[in-house]
Nanobody
Framework: QEPLVESGGGLVQPGGSLRLSCAASGGALEYGAAAWFRQAPGKERTGVSC????????YYADSVKGRFTISRDNAKRLVYLQIDNLKPEDTAVYYC????????????????????WGQGTQVTVSS
């Protein structure tokens, strides 16, 4: 399992935007799928978005549809999560994950399906 590195978190006012980045030094983001999870204090880690490397198929949790956009830059080995119209309930640690065997679908995301993880980046939405 290759470690991933997230960046881009911070303190933002409601309605603001952030772009999170996930980087891999090796090939962890080249195959399978990459996903973003988040974990708020006292809550379980939940999947919010996923993108497949083979065809770019994506998945979004209902709670973030229309506000989150996942994308990838294969040449730079980066995966992004653009977050717009941030809400206080988006406050959480956001984790990047990848797995070479995963394919994104509408079935949702399970942390157990991903073998590589980052250390997380904090997103705080507050006025």
């Amino acid at each position: 399992q290759e470690p991933l590195v997230e960046s881009g978190g911070g303190l933002v006012q409601p309605g603001g935007s952030l772009r999170l980045s996930c980087a891999a030094s090796g090939g962890a983001l080249e195959y399978g799928a990459a996903a973003w999870f988040r974990q708020a204090p006292g809550k379980e880690r939940t999947g919010v978005s996923c993108i497949s490397s083979s065809d770019g198929s994506t998945y979004y949790a209902d709670s973030v549809k229309g506000r989150f956009t996942i994308s990838r830059d294969n040449a730079k080995r980066l995966v992004y999560l653009q977050i717009d119209n941030l809400k206080p309930e988006d406050t959480a640690v956001y984790y990047c994950a990848s797995d070479p065997m995963y394919y994104c679908s509408e079935d949702g995301l399970s942390a157990a399906d991903f073998r590589s993880w980052g250390q997380g980046t904090q997103v705080t939405v507050s006025s």
